[in-house]
T-cell receptor, first 115, second 113 residues
Framework: GAGVSQSPSNKVTEKGKDVELRCDPISGHTALYWYRQSLGQGLEFLIYFQGNSAPDKSGLPSDRFSAERTGGSVSTLTIQRTQQEDSAVYLC?????????????FGPGTRLTVL | GESVGLHLPTLSVQEGDNSIINCAYSNSASDYFIWYKQESGKGPQFIIDIRSNMDKRQGQRVTVLLNKTVKHLSLQIAATQPGDSAVYFCAARSMEYGNKLVFGAGTILRVKS
């Protein structure tokens, strides 16, 4: 497709379970970002991938959070042993060439609810 | 550290009027700024951006103004329409923090018909 896609659109899980969220960036975009948005809040940076460089993980809130990007394209954000405070919308964005315009294009997000 | 914040959490305007949404940033090294619009249930949508070597940039019905002296950014929407109702976020980037964008908390724009 033409835009960033994310799946699933909604995920309800029980506390303590692991979840995987998927992001398909725009074709040709070298940079991929994950953000978290809590209800009525701004976007909180989680992790950033650029090409083959080591990812910038400085925003990950705990070691329960991890992400990988395979083949420089699709990315998966994994949350282990989910907690209720992990409930939020998880947004993925991609950009063509960070360091120049860095216009990030966002997907629709995955709404995660931890019961 | 970097922080970006908005002066007004909610703005209500009459259809047809102009809207001005304000944003302040803390890092004088910020070199790139973006405004995003987010409608309910959707991801943020790019509106307009501006580099620090500019103080004004215009798009279709939107204008972004940058005042580096007071570290202030504004988004002006001309002839506001009901479809403009959304949450608006400003974001700033400085190379000091890599390529991450730092987002403000958002301003809700409500357009009254």
């Amino acid at each position: 497709g033409a835009g960033v896609s994310q799946s699933p659109s909604n995920k309800v899980t029980e506390k303590g379970k692991d979840v995987e969220l998927r992001c398909d960036p725009i074709s040709g975009h070298t940079a991929l970002y994950w953000y978290r948005q809590s209800l009525g809040q701004g976007l909180e940076f989680l992790i950033y991938f650029q090409g083959n460089s080591a990812p910038d993980k400085s925003g990950l809130p705990s070691d329960r959070f991890s992400a990988e990007r395979t083949g420089g394209s699709v990315s998966t954000l994994t949350i282990q042993r989910t907690q209720q405070e992990d409930s939020a919308v998880y947004l993925c964005a991609s950009s063509f060439a960070p360091g120049t315009t860095d216009t990030q294009y966002f997907g629709p997000g995955t709404r995660l609810t931890v019961l | 550290g970097e922080s970006v914040g908005l002066h007004l959490p909610t703005l209500s305007v009459q259809e047809g009027d102009n809207s001005i949404i304000n944003c302040a940033y803390s890092n004088s090294a910020s070199d790139y700024f973006i405004w995003y619009k987010q409608e309910s249930g959707k991801g943020p949508q790019f509106i307009i951006d501006i580099r620090s070597n500019m103080d004004k940039r215009q798009g279709q019905r939107v204008t972004v103004l940058l005042n580096k002296t007071v570290k202030h950014l504004s988004l002006q929407i001309a002839a506001t329409q009901p479809g403009d109702s959304a949450v608006y976020f400003c974001a700033a980037r400085s190379m000091e923090y890599g390529n991450k964008l730092v987002f403000g908390a958002g301003t809700i724009l409500r357009v009254k018909s």
